[in-house]
């Protein structure tokens, strides 16, 4: 299974670009960061990430057969995924600034630092992921447009990129966590910065859906 280098590094530069963008995820690495230090948001981090290689494996499960299957099922995923795509796309590029972001971040500030067990820290970033079908389905959505119509076992290549996508998330979860301190000081600044990424996560997203919609159907 060989994979192409300009596609993989593209691949990586969008992983690292939607790692960066503000979500949920991210609320709630900096959350805990600010409330009980970097170690505890540093945890979050692992605790989301071991969350979203449940959403992988069982991704590349139904993936592989529905990539394998007739041209109905791929259309219907095509146009499932681009749509989901393009929906975020739209929803980023003209939301709100701070997208309400800025809020929970002031009173993540203002709480008084507590310790909190890294345990339930950890289950907490791990199921509110694996709870969360958006993440599924992001990564039914997004991994596909990597793998090249001729590898002969998608799923495993679906695998491999999720996890490098996973894995790719770790330093950019980690950077969240230790610029904490800095945002606790900066929540301004912080809510600004959250705005424009979300403007650029939101062009690639269209991109993405767009690229997605227009894909034929490889085939039988």
């Known amino acids: 299974m060989s994979i192409d280098t300009h596609q993989l590094l593209m691949f990586i530069a969008a992983g690292w670009l939607l790692n960066l963008t503000p979500g949920p995820d991210v609320l709630y690495i900096v959350s805990n960061a600010l409330r009980s230090g970097a170690r505890a948001g540093i945890v979050a981090g692992l605790g989301i ?6 959403h992988i494996f069982a991704a590349a499960v139904g993936v592989g057969a529905l990539l394998a299957a007739s041209a109905t099922a791929f ?3 095509k146009w499932l995924g681009a749509a989901y795509l ?6 980023m590029l003209f939301s709100r600034a701070g997208g309400g972001n800025g809020a929970a971040l002031a009173a993540a ?6 310790t909190a067990s890294l345990r339930s820290v950890f289950l907490g970033g791990f ?3 694996v709870l969360n079908p958006k993440v599924a389905i992001f990564f039914l959505a997004f991994v596909p447009q ?3 119509p001729g590898i002969e076992n998608k799923a495993l290549a679906f695998v491999l990129l999720g996890v490098l996508f996973n894995v790719n998330a770790i330093p950019v979860n980690v950077g969240w966590a230790l610029a904490a301190a800095w945002m606790s000081r900066r929540v301004g600044a912080v809510q600004r910065g959250m705005h424009w990424l979300d403007r650029v996560a939101g062009v690639m997203f269209i991109g993405f859906g767009l690229k997605l919609a227009f894909t034929e159907s490889p085939k039988a």
Request: aromatic share 14%.
């Open 49 to 54: 990430t071991a969350g979203c290689f449940v």
């Open 146 to 148: 990597f793998i090249a």
């Open 109 to 114: 500030q203002s709480a008084t630092p507590v």
């Open 127 to 129: 199921w509110t992921n």
């Open 75 to 77: 259309t219907v995923l």
């Open 86 to 91: 393009l929906w975020m796309g739209v929803r």
